[in-house]
Nanobody
Framework: QVQLVESGGGLVQAGGSLRLSCAASLTNGRSFGTYTMGWFRQTPGKEREFVSGIGLSGTRYVDSVKGRFTISRDNAKKTVFLQMNSLKPEDTAIYFC?????????????????WGQGTQVTVSS
């Protein structure tokens, strides 16, 4: 079993920065570093959108955040981060952390096995 807890969301003005964190607790004995981790976001009435992922193969980003967001992980602390710079009002959403047991970074939400509760990010213009 895997439990994920996000933090770091909040209200920020356009052009500002936020750093999201996702702390994982693992009870199955598998090393955190072998999991693929993803960040998704969702706004009311829309499907959950892939934002970024990190795995053994590297990192991946949706085009709209390339150059502005950076995903990273601290395997010793079982935590994944999303540094968000140059934020725009269209980045406003609930951001979810997810873990995928399989190898490879997938952009589809149903490929991920466990999810956090989400953290709200609001960017004002």
């Amino acid at each position: 079993q895997v439990q994920l807890v996000e933090s770091g969301g909040g209200l920020v003005q356009a052009g500002g920065s936020l750093r999201l964190s996702c702390a994982a607790s693992l009870t199955n004995g598998r090393s955190f570093g072998t999991y693929t981790m993803g960040w998704f976001r969702q706004t009311p009435g829309k499907e959950r959108e892939f934002v970024s992922g990190i795995g053994l193969s590297g990192t991946r980003y949706v085009d709209s955040v390339k150059g502005r967001f950076t995903i990273s992980r601290d395997n010793a602390k079982k935590t994944v981060f999303l540094q968000m710079n140059s934020l725009k009002p269209e980045d406003t959403a609930i951001y979810f952390c997810a873990v995928r047991s399989s190898v490879g970074i997938s952009t589809t939400s149903n490929s991920y096995d466990y999810w956090g509760q989400g953290t709200q990010v609001t960017v004002s213009s």
